[in-house]
């Protein structure tokens, strides 16, 4: 029997060593959003308190983006709340884009637990005053 291989006895609890995927139980809300629309962009104002910089995603496949923010709750295992509003979980939200915005310029920015994004219009999608002949 070679040095890594254990045996196996009836009637013993044993531990097999495996490579899972650990998972994490926590809960997922929907950051509430303020879009404010300009001539030349959208912007998007997503809250989510407790979330870090480095907590945040931002991912754009194909046409849908991806928001995702998530709280280290190590900062709240040791609190013990007297009174509590709301609950401590991570933040999802997903939201569909047309073409009238470039994709490749969206920007993003962290704000005092506010994540900010910034999706300017294509050219196209941009109003214009059409000339007469």
């Known amino acids: 029997m070679s040095s890594k291989t254990k045996e196996m006895v009836p009637g013993m ?5 495996t490579k899972v995927e650990k ?9 509430a959003a303020d879009i404010i629309e300009t001539e030349h962009e ?9 979330v870090a910089k ?9 046409d849908q983006l991806t928001l995702e923010g998530k709280i280290d709750f190590a900062r709240y295992e040791s609190l013990k709340a007297v009174y509590a509003e709301y ?14 915005i470039d994709q490749k310029r969206i ?9 900010v ?15 007469i002949s």
Do not use: C, W
């Open 13 to 17: 609890k044993h531990e097999l060593e």
């Open 23 to 31: 998972t994490e139980q926590a809960r997922f809300y929907k950051p």
């Open 42 to 50: 959208l912007t998007l104002y997503l809250d989510m308190p407790g």
């Open 54 to 62: 480095s907590g945040v995603e931002v991912k754009l496949d194909q």
């Open 87 to 100: 609950n401590v979980g991570h933040f999802r939200r997903s939201f569909q884009l047309s073409s009238a």
């Open 107 to 115: 920007s993003a920015k962290m704000e005092a637990g506010t994540l």
């Open 117 to 131: 994004l910034t999706l300017p219009k294509a050219e196209e999608a941009k109003p214009r005053t059409i000339q």
